[in-house]
Protein backbone atom coordinates (compact mmCIF):
# COMPACT_ATOMS: atom_id res chain seq x y z
CA UNK A 1 0.00 0.00 0.00
CA UNK A 2 2.80 2.22 0.50
CA UNK A 3 3.69 2.20 -3.16
CA UNK A 4 -0.33 3.21 -4.09
CA UNK A 5 0.52 6.42 -1.86
CA UNK A 6 3.48 6.62 -3.50
CA UNK A 7 1.77 6.75 -6.96
CA UNK A 8 -1.48 8.94 -5.63
CA UNK A 9 1.90 11.37 -5.09
CA UNK A 10 2.20 12.29 -9.23
CA UNK A 11 -0.96 13.64 -8.56
CA UNK A 12 0.52 16.12 -6.31
CA UNK A 13 1.08 18.31 -9.08
CA UNK A 14 -2.11 18.90 -11.07
CA UNK A 15 -3.75 19.20 -7.62
CA UNK A 16 -6.80 21.82 -8.66
CA UNK A 17 -7.71 19.30 -11.21
CA UNK A 18 -7.97 17.01 -8.80
CA UNK A 19 -9.90 19.14 -6.43
CA UNK A 20 -12.31 19.82 -9.58
CA UNK A 21 -12.62 16.30 -9.87
CA UNK A 22 -13.64 15.33 -6.63
CA UNK A 23 -16.15 18.33 -6.68
CA UNK A 24 -17.69 16.98 -9.77
CA UNK A 25 -17.54 13.40 -8.12
CA UNK A 26 -19.93 14.35 -5.39
CA UNK A 27 -21.84 16.79 -7.70
CA UNK A 28 -23.03 13.50 -9.05
CA UNK A 29 -23.79 11.54 -5.61
CA UNK A 30 -25.83 14.58 -4.28
CA UNK A 31 -27.72 14.77 -7.92
CA UNK A 32 -28.98 11.36 -6.91
CA UNK A 33 -30.03 11.90 -4.06
CA UNK A 34 -33.37 13.79 -4.79
CA UNK A 35 -34.62 11.03 -6.85
CA UNK A 36 -36.09 8.41 -4.62
CA UNK A 37 -37.70 11.81 -2.68
CA UNK A 38 -39.25 12.39 -5.98
CA UNK A 39 -40.74 8.86 -6.22
CA UNK A 40 -42.06 8.81 -2.82
CA UNK A 41 -43.80 12.23 -3.22
CA UNK A 42 -45.04 10.97 -6.55
CA UNK A 43 -46.69 8.10 -4.31
CA UNK A 44 -47.36 9.21 -1.57
CA UNK A 45 -48.82 12.62 -2.45
CA UNK A 46 -49.75 13.07 -5.84
CA UNK A 47 -51.52 9.57 -6.50
CA UNK A 48 -53.74 10.02 -4.00
CA UNK A 49 -54.43 13.79 -4.19
CA UNK A 50 -54.49 13.59 -7.71
CA UNK A 51 -52.09 16.54 -8.13
CA UNK A 52 -51.78 16.50 -12.46
CA UNK A 53 -49.68 19.93 -12.07
CA UNK A 54 -47.55 18.16 -9.54
CA UNK A 55 -46.68 15.65 -11.93
CA UNK A 56 -45.52 18.10 -14.68
CA UNK A 57 -43.20 19.49 -12.15
CA UNK A 58 -41.95 15.99 -10.83
CA UNK A 59 -41.75 14.95 -14.87
CA UNK A 60 -39.65 18.13 -15.77
CA UNK A 61 -37.38 18.03 -12.24
CA UNK A 62 -35.98 14.16 -13.25
CA UNK A 63 -35.22 15.08 -16.93
CA UNK A 64 -33.61 18.16 -15.62
CA UNK A 65 -31.46 16.46 -12.88
CA UNK A 66 -30.47 13.38 -15.72
CA UNK A 67 -29.42 16.91 -17.57
CA UNK A 68 -27.44 18.11 -14.70
CA UNK A 69 -25.93 14.35 -13.97
CA UNK A 70 -24.98 14.11 -17.54
CA UNK A 71 -23.22 17.16 -18.38
CA UNK A 72 -21.02 16.81 -14.92
CA UNK A 73 -20.82 13.42 -15.53
CA UNK A 74 -18.56 14.53 -19.25
CA UNK A 75 -16.83 17.24 -17.76
CA UNK A 76 -15.51 14.57 -15.14
CA UNK A 77 -14.88 11.58 -17.23
CA UNK A 78 -12.93 14.15 -19.79
CA UNK A 79 -11.35 15.54 -16.57
CA UNK A 80 -10.59 11.76 -14.83
CA UNK A 81 -9.06 10.65 -18.42
CA UNK A 82 -6.59 13.85 -18.56
CA UNK A 83 -5.53 12.77 -15.38
CA UNK A 84 -5.19 9.37 -15.77
CA UNK A 85 -3.13 9.75 -19.28
CA UNK A 86 -0.72 12.37 -17.64
CA UNK A 87 0.10 10.24 -14.53
CA UNK A 88 0.82 6.99 -17.50
CA UNK A 89 3.24 9.64 -19.02
CA UNK A 90 4.99 10.60 -16.33
CA UNK A 91 5.65 7.64 -14.86
CA UNK A 92 6.23 6.54 -19.02
CA UNK A 93 9.00 9.42 -19.15
CA UNK A 94 10.40 8.53 -16.04
CA UNK A 95 10.95 4.81 -16.12
CA UNK A 96 12.06 4.99 -19.63
CA UNK A 97 14.71 8.05 -18.41
CA UNK A 98 15.49 5.83 -15.46
CA UNK A 99 15.94 2.90 -17.82
CA UNK A 100 18.83 4.56 -19.82
CA UNK A 101 20.79 5.60 -16.92
CA UNK A 102 20.74 1.89 -15.04
CA UNK A 103 23.93 0.47 -15.56
CA UNK A 104 24.53 -2.45 -18.15
CA UNK A 105 24.57 -5.26 -15.31
CA UNK A 106 20.62 -4.55 -15.09
CA UNK A 107 20.38 -5.95 -18.33
CA UNK A 108 22.80 -8.92 -17.92
CA UNK A 109 19.95 -10.19 -15.78
CA UNK A 110 16.71 -9.37 -17.06
CA UNK A 111 15.07 -10.19 -20.50
CA UNK A 112 14.22 -7.84 -22.46
CA UNK A 113 10.65 -8.27 -22.93
CA UNK A 114 10.01 -8.20 -18.98
CA UNK A 115 11.81 -4.73 -19.21
CA UNK A 116 9.35 -3.61 -21.85
CA UNK A 117 6.49 -5.38 -20.16
CA UNK A 118 6.81 -2.87 -16.97
CA UNK A 119 6.80 0.27 -19.46
CA UNK A 120 3.89 -0.97 -20.77
CA UNK A 121 2.18 -3.74 -19.58
CA UNK A 122 2.01 -2.47 -15.94
CA UNK A 123 1.26 0.98 -16.48
CA UNK A 124 -1.29 0.49 -18.68
CA UNK A 125 -2.78 -1.45 -15.73
CA UNK A 126 -2.18 1.79 -13.60
CA UNK A 127 -3.80 3.77 -16.11
CA UNK A 128 -6.99 1.66 -15.86
CA UNK A 129 -6.93 2.35 -12.35
CA UNK A 130 -6.61 5.45 -12.08
CA UNK A 131 -9.35 6.07 -14.98
CA UNK A 132 -11.89 3.12 -14.16
CA UNK A 133 -11.39 1.68 -10.48
CA UNK A 134 -10.02 4.95 -8.42
CA UNK A 135 -12.53 7.02 -10.05
CA UNK A 136 -15.61 4.89 -8.87
CA UNK A 137 -13.92 3.82 -5.25
CA UNK A 138 -13.64 7.82 -4.78
CA UNK A 139 -17.53 8.06 -5.77
CA UNK A 140 -18.86 5.53 -4.14
CA UNK A 141 -17.12 6.24 -0.66
CA UNK A 142 -18.87 9.47 -1.48
CA UNK A 143 -22.13 8.02 -2.16
CA UNK A 144 -21.57 6.01 1.08
CA UNK A 145 -21.08 8.75 3.68
CA UNK A 146 -24.24 10.86 1.97
CA UNK A 147 -26.76 8.07 1.51
CA UNK A 148 -25.50 6.46 5.14
CA UNK A 149 -26.65 9.88 6.84
CA UNK A 150 -30.09 10.11 4.43
CA UNK A 151 -31.25 7.22 5.28
CA UNK A 152 -30.81 7.40 9.00
CA UNK A 153 -32.53 11.07 8.67
CA UNK A 154 -35.17 8.67 6.57
CA UNK A 155 -35.66 6.28 9.04
CA UNK A 156 -32.74 4.71 12.28
CA UNK A 157 -34.56 1.66 12.59
CA UNK A 158 -34.52 0.47 8.92
CA UNK A 159 -30.79 2.65 8.42
CA UNK A 160 -29.76 -0.02 11.49
CA UNK A 161 -30.53 -2.91 9.72
CA UNK A 162 -29.05 -2.08 6.46
CA UNK A 163 -25.54 -1.55 8.24
CA UNK A 164 -25.49 -4.10 10.56
CA UNK A 165 -23.98 -6.37 8.14
CA UNK A 166 -21.54 -4.20 6.64
CA UNK A 167 -18.88 -5.41 9.07
CA UNK A 168 -18.99 -8.49 7.48
CA UNK A 169 -17.72 -7.26 4.68
CA UNK A 170 -14.83 -5.99 6.06
CA UNK A 171 -13.68 -9.68 7.83
CA UNK A 172 -14.14 -11.44 4.29
CA UNK A 173 -11.93 -8.88 2.84
CA UNK A 174 -9.48 -9.27 5.34
CA UNK A 175 -9.63 -13.01 4.81
CA UNK A 176 -9.60 -13.04 1.04
CA UNK A 177 -7.00 -9.99 1.03
CA UNK A 178 -4.26 -12.25 1.43
CA UNK A 179 -4.70 -15.05 -1.66
CA UNK A 180 -6.03 -12.76 -3.79
CA UNK A 181 -2.99 -10.16 -3.50
CA UNK A 182 -0.46 -13.14 -3.80
CA UNK A 183 -2.46 -14.58 -7.04
CA UNK A 184 -1.82 -11.26 -8.52
CA UNK A 185 1.57 -11.05 -7.64
CA UNK A 186 2.15 -14.68 -9.97
CA UNK A 187 0.41 -13.61 -12.82
CA UNK A 188 2.43 -10.37 -13.20
CA UNK A 189 5.59 -12.48 -12.68
CA UNK A 190 3.67 -15.67 -15.32
CA UNK A 191 2.82 -12.40 -17.72
CA UNK A 192 6.45 -11.48 -17.96
CA UNK A 193 7.84 -14.62 -18.47
CA UNK A 194 5.45 -15.34 -21.51
CA UNK A 195 6.73 -11.73 -22.73
CA UNK A 196 10.22 -12.37 -22.28
CA UNK A 197 9.64 -15.83 -23.96
CA UNK A 198 7.44 -13.85 -26.90
CA UNK A 199 9.98 -11.47 -27.38
CA UNK A 200 12.98 -13.80 -27.75
CA UNK A 201 11.49 -16.10 -29.31
CA UNK A 202 10.33 -13.33 -32.29
CA UNK A 203 13.61 -11.94 -32.10
CA UNK A 204 15.40 -15.14 -33.05
CA UNK A 205 12.52 -16.85 -35.50
CA UNK A 206 15.40 -17.85 -37.93
CA UNK A 207 16.85 -20.18 -35.51
CA UNK A 208 13.59 -21.60 -34.86
CA UNK A 209 12.94 -22.23 -38.55
CA UNK A 210 16.44 -22.79 -39.08
CA UNK A 211 16.42 -26.17 -36.39
CA UNK A 212 12.08 -26.83 -37.20
CA UNK A 213 11.53 -26.23 -33.91
CA UNK A 214 8.01 -24.34 -34.68
CA UNK A 215 6.34 -27.00 -33.03
CA UNK A 216 8.54 -27.30 -29.54
CA UNK A 217 8.73 -23.56 -29.24
CA UNK A 218 4.63 -23.68 -30.17
CA UNK A 219 4.43 -26.06 -27.27
CA UNK A 220 6.39 -24.55 -24.25
CA UNK A 221 4.24 -21.25 -25.15
CA UNK A 222 0.86 -23.26 -24.81
CA UNK A 223 2.61 -24.46 -21.49
CA UNK A 224 3.31 -21.03 -20.33
CA UNK A 225 -0.48 -19.93 -21.56
CA UNK A 226 -1.65 -23.06 -20.10
CA UNK A 227 -0.18 -21.75 -16.46
CA UNK A 228 -1.40 -17.60 -16.67
CA UNK A 229 -4.97 -19.34 -17.81
CA UNK A 230 -4.67 -21.71 -14.29
CA UNK A 231 -3.82 -18.75 -11.85
CA UNK A 232 -6.31 -16.49 -13.47
CA UNK A 233 -9.45 -18.89 -13.05
CA UNK A 234 -7.91 -19.40 -9.46
CA UNK A 235 -8.19 -15.77 -8.84
CA UNK A 236 -11.80 -15.67 -10.88
CA UNK A 237 -12.87 -18.77 -8.28
CA UNK A 238 -11.93 -17.08 -5.71
CA UNK A 239 -13.14 -13.44 -6.60
CA UNK A 240 -16.71 -14.71 -7.13
CA UNK A 241 -16.46 -16.60 -3.90
CA UNK A 242 -16.13 -13.26 -2.29
CA UNK A 243 -18.74 -12.18 -4.77
CA UNK A 244 -21.43 -14.51 -4.48
CA UNK A 245 -20.82 -13.83 0.13
CA UNK A 246 -21.30 -10.21 -0.73
CA UNK A 247 -24.79 -10.68 -3.09
CA UNK A 248 -25.45 -13.08 0.38
CA UNK A 249 -25.08 -10.37 2.55
CA UNK A 250 -27.07 -7.73 0.13
CA UNK A 251 -29.83 -10.37 0.11
CA UNK A 252 -30.35 -10.71 3.55
CA UNK A 253 -30.34 -7.05 4.34
CA UNK A 254 -32.79 -6.56 1.38
CA UNK A 255 -35.07 -9.05 2.86
CA UNK A 256 -35.16 -7.39 6.19
CA UNK A 257 -35.20 -4.37 5.40
CA UNK A 258 -38.79 -5.04 3.13
CA UNK A 259 -40.11 -7.48 6.10
CA UNK A 260 -39.56 -5.01 8.93
CA UNK A 261 -40.75 -2.18 6.56
CA UNK A 262 -43.77 -3.59 5.52
CA UNK A 263 -44.66 -4.08 9.04
CA UNK A 264 -44.00 -0.46 9.44
CA UNK A 265 -46.11 0.43 6.83
CA UNK A 266 -49.18 -2.26 7.50
CA UNK A 267 -48.92 -0.69 11.44
CA UNK A 268 -49.14 2.60 9.54
CA UNK A 269 -45.71 4.30 10.96
CA UNK A 270 -44.32 4.59 7.51
CA UNK A 271 -45.93 5.41 3.99
CA UNK A 272 -45.82 2.75 0.94
CA UNK A 273 -43.37 5.63 -1.06
CA UNK A 274 -41.27 5.79 2.38
CA UNK A 275 -40.42 2.14 1.59
CA UNK A 276 -39.87 2.66 -1.95
CA UNK A 277 -37.51 5.56 -1.17
CA UNK A 278 -35.69 3.85 1.46
CA UNK A 279 -35.15 0.89 -0.74
CA UNK A 280 -33.78 3.23 -3.74
CA UNK A 281 -31.12 4.86 -0.98
CA UNK A 282 -30.32 0.50 0.03
CA UNK A 283 -29.53 -0.19 -3.07
CA UNK A 284 -27.40 2.99 -3.46
CA UNK A 285 -25.55 2.17 0.03
CA UNK A 286 -25.45 -1.97 -1.41
CA UNK A 287 -24.13 -0.67 -5.11
CA UNK A 288 -21.21 0.78 -3.82
CA UNK A 289 -20.17 -0.95 -1.40
CA UNK A 290 -20.02 -4.13 -3.12
CA UNK A 291 -18.07 -2.01 -5.30
CA UNK A 292 -15.93 -0.96 -2.92
CA UNK A 293 -15.04 -4.71 -2.04
CA UNK A 294 -14.55 -5.62 -6.20
CA UNK A 295 -11.75 -2.64 -6.05
CA UNK A 296 -10.08 -5.13 -3.96
CA UNK A 297 -9.55 -6.98 -7.35
CA UNK A 298 -8.45 -4.15 -9.09
CA UNK A 299 -6.31 -2.52 -6.47
CA UNK A 300 -4.86 -6.36 -5.62
CA UNK A 301 -3.51 -6.73 -9.65
CA UNK A 302 -3.06 -3.30 -10.30
CA UNK A 303 -0.93 -3.53 -6.54
CA UNK A 304 1.48 -5.70 -8.02
CA UNK A 305 1.99 -3.29 -11.10
CA UNK A 306 2.69 -0.53 -8.97
CA UNK A 307 5.21 -2.40 -6.86
CA UNK A 308 7.51 -3.54 -10.33
CA UNK A 309 7.16 -0.21 -11.72
CA UNK A 310 8.25 1.65 -8.93
CA UNK A 311 10.87 -1.80 -7.58
CA UNK A 312 12.13 -0.50 -11.26
CA UNK A 313 11.99 3.05 -10.16
CA UNK A 314 14.38 2.36 -6.92
CA UNK A 315 16.45 0.46 -8.67
CA UNK A 316 20.09 2.66 -8.27
CA UNK A 317 22.64 1.98 -11.31
CA UNK A 318 25.66 0.11 -10.50
CA UNK A 319 27.77 2.84 -12.28
CA UNK A 320 27.65 6.34 -11.20
CA UNK A 321 29.55 9.60 -10.88
CA UNK A 322 31.34 9.53 -7.75
CA UNK A 323 30.69 13.41 -5.85
CA UNK A 324 33.96 14.04 -6.61
CA UNK A 325 33.82 13.18 -10.11
CA UNK A 326 35.47 15.23 -12.72
CA UNK A 327 35.10 16.49 -16.36
CA UNK A 328 37.82 15.37 -19.25
CA UNK A 329 36.75 17.26 -22.16
CA UNK A 330 39.96 16.58 -23.76
CA UNK A 331 41.99 13.28 -22.77
CA UNK A 332 45.37 12.00 -24.08
CA UNK A 333 44.51 8.82 -24.39
CA UNK A 334 46.95 7.05 -21.96
CA UNK A 335 45.20 3.58 -20.89
CA UNK A 336 46.61 1.68 -17.45
CA UNK A 337 45.10 -1.61 -15.95
CA UNK A 338 47.11 -1.59 -12.38
CA UNK A 339 46.11 -5.44 -10.67
CA UNK A 340 42.61 -5.61 -12.39
CA UNK A 341 40.02 -8.38 -11.69
CA UNK A 342 36.50 -8.36 -12.68
CA UNK A 343 33.84 -10.98 -12.39
CA UNK A 344 30.24 -10.46 -13.87
CA UNK A 345 29.80 -12.23 -10.37
CA UNK A 346 32.33 -11.73 -8.15
CA UNK A 347 32.93 -15.52 -7.26
CA UNK A 348 33.71 -16.08 -10.98
CA UNK A 349 36.21 -13.92 -12.62
CA UNK A 350 36.75 -13.20 -15.76
CA UNK A 351 39.87 -11.32 -15.68
CA UNK A 352 43.00 -12.07 -12.86
CA UNK A 353 45.12 -9.53 -11.44
CA UNK A 354 45.64 -7.82 -15.28
CA UNK A 355 48.45 -5.15 -15.67
CA UNK A 356 48.64 -3.70 -18.94
CA UNK A 357 49.94 0.28 -20.03
CA UNK A 358 49.02 1.48 -23.36
CA UNK A 359 50.76 4.87 -24.41
CA UNK A 360 48.58 7.62 -26.33
CA UNK A 361 47.99 6.88 -30.06
CA UNK A 362 49.36 3.48 -29.74
CA UNK A 363 47.59 0.88 -31.69
CA UNK A 364 46.88 -2.31 -29.65
CA UNK A 365 45.83 -5.83 -30.40
CA UNK A 366 44.44 -8.05 -27.71
CA UNK A 367 44.37 -11.37 -29.20
CA UNK A 368 43.81 -15.02 -27.34
CA UNK A 369 41.17 -17.90 -27.47
CA UNK A 370 37.58 -17.17 -27.32
CA UNK A 371 36.41 -16.68 -23.61
CA UNK A 372 39.96 -15.09 -23.07
CA UNK A 373 37.92 -11.94 -21.50
CA UNK A 374 38.89 -9.83 -24.25
CA UNK A 375 36.00 -7.78 -24.86
CA UNK A 376 35.41 -7.56 -20.64
CA UNK A 377 38.78 -5.66 -20.27
CA UNK A 378 37.31 -2.90 -23.55
CA UNK A 379 34.07 -2.86 -21.52
CA UNK A 380 35.99 -1.67 -18.31
CA UNK A 381 37.44 0.96 -20.32
CA UNK A 382 34.12 2.48 -21.33
CA UNK A 383 33.29 1.75 -17.82
CA UNK A 384 30.18 -0.41 -18.17
CA UNK A 385 31.25 -2.29 -15.73
CA UNK A 386 33.62 -1.38 -12.55
CA UNK A 387 36.05 -3.56 -11.37
CA UNK A 388 36.46 -6.11 -8.73
CA UNK A 389 39.63 -5.05 -7.64
CA UNK A 390 42.41 -2.60 -8.92
CA UNK A 391 42.61 0.19 -11.27
CA UNK A 392 41.73 1.36 -14.43
CA UNK A 393 43.34 4.43 -15.89
CA UNK A 394 42.61 7.17 -18.80
CA UNK A 395 45.64 9.70 -18.48
CA UNK A 396 46.93 8.55 -14.72
CA UNK A 397 42.82 9.43 -13.79
CA UNK A 398 41.07 6.45 -11.98
CA UNK A 399 38.02 6.41 -14.57
CA UNK A 400 35.69 6.00 -11.17
CA UNK A 401 36.96 9.47 -10.98
CA UNK A 402 36.01 10.80 -14.32
CA UNK A 403 32.23 11.73 -15.32
CA UNK A 404 30.92 9.10 -17.05
CA UNK A 405 29.99 11.55 -20.12
CA UNK A 406 33.35 12.43 -20.24
CA UNK A 407 34.52 9.27 -20.68
CA UNK A 408 32.01 8.15 -23.40
CA UNK A 409 32.32 10.88 -25.57
CA UNK A 410 36.11 10.44 -25.63
CA UNK A 411 35.84 6.51 -26.33
CA UNK A 412 34.27 5.68 -29.74
CA UNK A 413 33.38 1.84 -30.09
CA UNK A 414 32.68 -0.70 -32.83
CA UNK A 415 31.37 -4.19 -31.33
CA UNK A 416 31.38 -7.42 -32.75
CA UNK A 417 27.40 -7.31 -33.26
CA UNK A 418 26.58 -4.14 -34.96
CA UNK A 419 23.05 -2.69 -33.40
CA UNK A 420 22.01 -0.28 -35.72
CA UNK A 421 18.03 1.62 -35.24
CA UNK A 422 15.17 1.32 -37.79
CA UNK A 423 15.80 4.97 -38.74
CA UNK A 424 17.39 6.67 -41.92
CA UNK A 425 21.20 5.50 -42.41
CA UNK A 426 22.26 9.48 -41.86
CA UNK A 427 20.56 9.37 -38.50
CA UNK A 428 22.23 5.64 -37.56
CA UNK A 429 25.73 7.25 -38.79
CA UNK A 430 25.34 10.57 -36.61
CA UNK A 431 23.50 8.85 -33.68
CA UNK A 432 26.85 9.66 -31.44
CA UNK A 433 26.83 13.30 -32.81
CA UNK A 434 23.47 14.53 -33.58
CA UNK A 435 25.01 18.11 -34.56
CA UNK A 436 27.02 16.40 -37.70
CA UNK A 437 26.98 18.33 -40.74
CA UNK A 438 26.25 16.51 -44.24
CA UNK A 439 29.81 16.80 -45.08
CA UNK A 440 31.07 15.29 -42.01
CA UNK A 441 28.63 11.88 -41.83
CA UNK A 442 30.01 11.50 -46.03
CA UNK A 443 33.54 12.10 -44.69
CA UNK A 444 32.37 9.33 -42.17
CA UNK A 445 30.84 6.73 -44.57
CA UNK A 446 33.82 7.04 -46.86
CA UNK A 447 36.13 6.51 -44.33
CA UNK A 448 34.09 3.50 -43.89
CA UNK A 449 34.00 2.25 -47.36
CA UNK A 450 29.95 3.20 -47.39
CA UNK A 451 29.64 5.72 -49.23
CA UNK A 452 28.88 4.26 -53.06
CA UNK A 453 26.90 1.31 -52.00
CA UNK A 454 24.33 4.42 -50.02
CA UNK A 455 24.19 6.28 -53.19
CA UNK A 456 23.20 3.19 -54.82
CA UNK A 457 19.99 3.41 -52.92
CA UNK A 458 17.07 5.15 -53.95
CA UNK A 459 16.93 7.41 -51.30
CA UNK A 460 20.70 7.42 -50.79
CA UNK A 461 21.65 8.71 -47.07
CA UNK A 462 17.91 8.67 -45.99
CA UNK A 463 16.78 5.00 -46.96
CA UNK A 464 15.17 3.92 -43.43
CA UNK A 465 17.32 0.31 -42.83
CA UNK A 466 14.13 -1.35 -40.56
CA UNK A 467 14.68 -3.12 -37.30
CA UNK A 468 18.61 -3.70 -35.92
CA UNK A 469 19.47 -2.60 -40.11
CA UNK A 470 17.12 -5.34 -41.63
CA UNK A 471 17.28 -4.09 -44.99
CA UNK A 472 21.80 -4.20 -44.75
CA UNK A 473 24.03 -7.09 -45.04
CA UNK A 474 26.11 -8.18 -41.84
CA UNK A 475 29.19 -6.38 -43.54
CA UNK A 476 27.34 -3.32 -44.47
CA UNK A 477 25.77 -3.17 -41.09
CA UNK A 478 29.58 -3.63 -39.88
CA UNK A 479 30.44 -0.59 -41.68
CA UNK A 480 27.80 1.39 -40.73
CA UNK A 481 28.88 0.67 -37.22
CA UNK A 482 31.84 1.94 -37.96
CA UNK A 483 31.13 5.05 -39.65
CA UNK A 484 28.85 5.92 -36.65
CA UNK A 485 32.08 5.52 -34.50
CA UNK A 486 34.75 7.42 -36.53
CA UNK A 487 32.11 10.30 -36.84
CA UNK A 488 32.41 10.94 -32.93
CA UNK A 489 36.28 11.26 -33.40
CA UNK A 490 36.95 9.57 -30.46
CA UNK A 491 40.83 9.98 -28.62
CA UNK A 492 39.95 6.50 -27.73
CA UNK A 493 38.88 3.77 -30.27
CA UNK A 494 38.01 0.16 -29.73
CA UNK A 495 37.60 -2.27 -32.47
CA UNK A 496 35.52 -5.66 -31.16
CA UNK A 497 35.91 -7.89 -34.00
CA UNK A 498 34.85 -5.21 -36.54
CA UNK A 499 36.00 -6.20 -39.58
CA UNK A 500 35.25 -10.20 -39.33
CA UNK A 501 32.01 -10.19 -41.23
CA UNK A 502 33.60 -8.64 -44.12
CA UNK A 503 34.99 -9.88 -47.36
CA UNK A 504 38.50 -9.91 -48.03
CA UNK A 505 38.67 -7.29 -50.46
CA UNK A 506 36.23 -4.97 -48.30
CA UNK A 507 38.20 -5.85 -45.17
CA UNK A 508 41.19 -4.57 -46.76
CA UNK A 509 39.32 -1.28 -47.77
CA UNK A 510 37.87 -0.86 -44.20
CA UNK A 511 41.44 -1.70 -42.63
CA UNK A 512 42.98 1.42 -44.94
CA UNK A 513 40.53 3.58 -43.88
CA UNK A 514 40.94 2.41 -40.35
CA UNK A 515 44.66 2.79 -40.22
CA UNK A 516 44.21 6.41 -41.41
CA UNK A 517 41.70 6.54 -38.59
CA UNK A 518 43.49 5.40 -35.64
CA UNK A 519 46.47 7.86 -36.44
CA UNK A 520 47.11 10.00 -33.96
CA UNK A 521 44.90 8.31 -31.38
CA UNK A 522 44.46 5.25 -29.06
CA UNK A 523 43.31 2.46 -30.69
CA UNK A 524 42.70 -1.44 -29.08
CA UNK A 525 41.66 -3.53 -31.88
CA UNK A 526 40.19 -6.87 -30.90
CA UNK A 527 40.45 -9.80 -33.52
CA UNK A 528 40.86 -13.85 -34.35
CA UNK A 529 41.71 -13.07 -37.48
CA UNK A 530 45.63 -12.40 -36.84
CA UNK A 531 46.02 -10.91 -40.09
CA UNK A 532 44.29 -7.80 -39.01
CA UNK A 533 46.78 -6.88 -36.17
CA UNK A 534 50.28 -7.89 -37.38
CA UNK A 535 51.01 -4.41 -37.71
CA UNK A 536 50.03 -3.33 -34.53
CA UNK A 537 52.68 -1.55 -31.82
CA UNK A 538 51.75 -4.17 -29.21
CA UNK A 539 49.77 -7.58 -29.35
CA UNK A 540 48.62 -8.68 -25.88
CA UNK A 541 48.24 -12.06 -25.61
CA UNK A 542 44.93 -13.09 -23.23
CA UNK A 543 44.08 -16.62 -21.85
CA UNK A 544 41.77 -17.62 -19.41
CA UNK A 545 41.51 -13.65 -17.84
CA UNK A 546 45.35 -13.26 -17.87
CA UNK A 547 47.83 -11.47 -19.47
CA UNK A 548 50.01 -14.17 -20.84
CA UNK A 549 52.41 -12.02 -23.36
CA UNK A 550 52.90 -9.13 -24.57
CA UNK A 551 54.90 -8.08 -28.05
CA UNK A 552 55.24 -7.46 -31.45
CA UNK A 553 54.05 -10.22 -34.38
CA UNK A 554 57.36 -11.06 -34.58
CA UNK A 555 58.71 -11.06 -31.10
CA UNK A 556 55.30 -13.54 -30.24
CA UNK A 557 55.16 -16.07 -33.60
CA UNK A 558 58.95 -16.74 -32.48
CA UNK A 559 58.97 -18.12 -29.04
CA UNK A 560 56.54 -21.02 -28.03
CA UNK A 561 53.39 -19.92 -26.43
CA UNK A 562 49.62 -18.87 -27.32
CA UNK A 563 50.02 -16.72 -30.01
CA UNK A 564 52.04 -18.78 -31.86
CA UNK A 565 49.54 -21.78 -31.31
CA UNK A 566 46.75 -19.69 -32.57
CA UNK A 567 49.30 -18.13 -35.40
CA UNK A 568 50.04 -21.79 -36.65
CA UNK A 569 46.42 -23.24 -36.29
CA UNK A 570 45.53 -20.22 -38.48
CA UNK A 571 48.11 -20.73 -41.17
CA UNK A 572 47.37 -24.22 -41.11
CA UNK A 573 43.63 -23.51 -41.75
CA UNK A 574 44.36 -21.81 -44.54
CA UNK A 575 47.04 -23.89 -46.16
CA UNK A 576 43.98 -26.75 -46.16
CA UNK A 577 41.57 -23.94 -47.95
CA UNK A 578 44.07 -23.73 -50.53
CA UNK A 579 44.88 -26.80 -50.92
CA UNK A 580 40.76 -27.81 -51.23
CA UNK A 581 40.27 -24.95 -53.58
Given at each position: MNNFWRLLGYLKPYRWRVIAAVVLMALITLSAVPMPLLFQYVIDDVFPQKRWSALNWVFWAVIGIHVLRGIVSFALNYLINWLGQRVVFDLRFQSYRHLNRLSMSYYDQRQTGKIMARLT????????????????????????????????????????????????????????LKYIRDLSVQLREKWDAMLGTLQEKIAGIGVVKAFVREDYETDRFMQTVKENFALGMKQVHL???????????????????????????????MQAGELLAFTFYMNYLYDPAVRVVDFNITLQWAGAAIDRVFETLDTRPDIEDSPNARPMPSMRGEIEFRNVTFGYRPEQPVLKNVNLHIRPGEMVALVGP???????????????????????????????????????????????????????????????RHDATEEEIVRAAKQADLHDFIL???????????????????????????????????????????????????????????EHVMQGRTSIVIAHRLSTVMNADKIVVLDQGEVVDIGTHEDLVNKPGVYRNLYEEQFKSAADLLMVE
Open positions: GDIDVIHYMITGGLVTLITDIVTLVAVTGVIFWKDWRLALITLVLVPLYVVVYKLYNRQLGLFVGFVRAVGTAAVWYYGSVLVLGRQSGAGKSTLVNLIARFYDVTDGQVLIDGVDVREIKLDSIRRNVGMVMQESLLFSVTIKENIAYGSLPDAYDTKIGEDGIKLSVGQKQRLSIARAILTDPKILILDDATSALDSQTEANVQEAL
